[in-house]
């Protein structure tokens, strides 16, 4: 299953999201090699500062293997406000039923099982969440800067990325802006193609003081 974190349990769930800051320094510092800041093997940057929503993925050791970030375009984003070369002119959506997901990662074991179209199910249950989500509040889209290589995983996954423009080299990545769409048939598809049975996105419940 997937955790949900908001603003409200960030407290309750500190270790855990303190994890999350470590998996993205490994994920997007040591392994991608992006330049992003790194301090005290933790990776964050002014977006974590909005009171973004969190989704965040366990192992059976409890773990936080894979996380994504999600804020609304109705505030500060880093398509417009970091990579807005991405939009090529394009207007920047605002709209409160569309949201903007950033720092995807999976800092995955060696043994995977994986799903159709040879992406990970560990992948697929991360999409299906972020769909879980979206369907949950509302949403029609998800807008989203990323990659080559995540969007070609998400084409073999029948959740195809709606491009806003050619993709463009910032350092050593070749990245991409685009739209994704928020339905319950995408979801269906997802769940499909990853072998979900069933939702995997639960809302955390603060744990009970000790006596």
């Known amino acids: ?39 005290d093997g933790m990776e964050k940057d002014q977006f974590d500062e909005l009171a973004p929503v969190y989704i965040l993925q366990r192992d059976r050791d409890e773990h936080v293997c894979g996380c994504v970030r ?13 990579f807005p070369q991405l939009l090529h002119g394009t207007p920047m959506p605002c709209d409160a039923r569309i949201w903007e997901t950033s720092r995807f990662a999976i800092d995955a074991p060696t043994r995977q099982v994986f799903g159709a179209g040879g992406a990970a199910v560990l992948t697929y249950e991360l999409f299906a969440g972020v769909v879980e989500f979206g369907l949950a509040n509302n949403l029609t889209h998800i807008v989203t800067v990323t990659d080559a290589r995540l969007e070609r995983i998400l084409r073999r996954s029948n959740w195809p990325l709606q491009r806003m423009g050619e993709a463009i080299q910032i350092g050593d990545t070749r990245a991409v802006a685009g739209l994704l769409d928020i339905s319950s048939d995408v979801l269906t598809r997802l769940r499909s193609r990853g072998g979900l049975k069933g939702p995997v996105l639960w809302m955390p419940v603060s744990p009970t003081p000790s006596a």
């Open 1 to 39: 299953m997937l955790q949900l974190i908001t603003k409200s349990s960030y407290s309750a769930f500190a270790d855990q999201l303190i994890d999350m800051f470590r998996l993205r320094a490994r994920v997007f510092k040591d392994r991608l090699e992006w330049s992003v800041i790194v301090a």
């Open 70 to 82: 999600l804020l609304p375009t109705t505030g500060p984003t880093m398509l417009r406000d970091t």
